[in-house]
């Protein structure tokens, strides 16, 4: 057994790995991005011109002369959970909030974040 093999047997020694979820707490809300927001309205103008897509999230910074990602600082999330506390927001809801705020989660690699359900900014819900 290798250094590192010893050192997580070491960190989950009597820990059930296996079965096991993850439950916010309080006013906790689990989240998980979309890669694109599912809700851009997208409009083909008379002069065949297409609105509202973005070509690229690409750019060359002319600070740097690097190519960098262009994120997005409201983007639109899956609910995944939320905590006992939770009045407004529900389990399988969209959700628009701004990401800096979330907090990532170290969950199985989910790409999970966590965010105060006061943080989030909308829901998506259906019309009557």
């Known amino acids: 057994m290798n250094v590192a093999e010893n050192i997580i047997k070491k960190n989950t020694n009597n820990i059930n790995t296996e079965d096991v979820d993850i439950v916010p707490c309080n006013l906790s809300v689990l989240v998980k991005f979309y890669d694109e927001n599912p809700y851009r309205k997208v409009e083909k103008t008379s002069t065949g011109l297409y609105v509202g897509i ?10 740097t002369g ?63």
């Open 54 to 63: 973005e070509s690229t999230k690409k750019y060359k910074s002319n600070e």
């Open 66 to 128: 690097e190519m960098e990602t262009n994120e997005e600082v409201i983007a639109c999330a899956k609910v995944i959970a939320v905590g006992p506390k939770c009045e407004n927001v529900k389990v399988g809801e969209d959700v628009f909030v701004v990401k800096y705020i979330c907090n990532p989660v170290p969950f199985r690699k989910m790409g999970y974040y966590m965010v105060s359900e006061s943080n989030i900014m909308c829901r998506i819900v259906k019309k009557d």
